[in-house]
Nanobody
Framework: VQLQASGGGLVQPGGSLRLSCAAS????????IGWFRQAPGKEREGVSC????????DYADSVKGRFTISRDNAKNTAYLQMNSLKPEDTAVYYC???????????????????WGQGTQVTVSS
């Protein structure tokens, strides 16, 4: 069972990146998926969440209107499209899952069952 986040990198302010969270060893269909980020010296912050069944989503206020979470169950992968990136978006980004989870709000880290390794996103000119 593995979750692998990828797609991070260095981007200029105003640029875009798409992160992927690929699952292996299990079917992602039955899981809610969350994206988190952690900047140096700061606590892990919930960014977005997508539910397991109806695909409902929620976002942190800091990324609302700029980030979009999605899932492709056929590819067993979730995505985080990040547009209009700002220097304060710089962090290690992680994905996490919860079985049959429903995202009525951006859920805290403790709500999730399993975590993947992170991918670094750096926004700098």
């Amino acid at each position: 069972v593995q979750l692998q986040a990828s797609g991070g990198g260095l981007v200029q302010p105003g640029g875009s990146l798409r992160l992927s969270c690929a699952a292996s060893g299990f079917t992602l269909d039955y899981y809610a998926i969350g994206w988190f980020r952690q900047a140096p010296g700061k606590e892990r912050e919930g960014v977005s969440c997508i539910s397991s069944r109806d695909g409902s989503t929620d976002y942190a206020d800091s990324v609302k209107g700029r980030f979009t979470i999605s899932r492709d169950n056929a590819k067993n992968t979730a995505y985080l499209q990040m547009n209009s990136l700002k220097p304060e978006d710089t962090a290690v980004y992680y994905c996490a899952i919860r079985f049959l989870g429903v995202c009525t709000v951006v859920r805290p880290a403790s709500w999730y069952d399993f975590w993947g390794q992170g991918t670094q996103v750096t926004v700098s000119s």
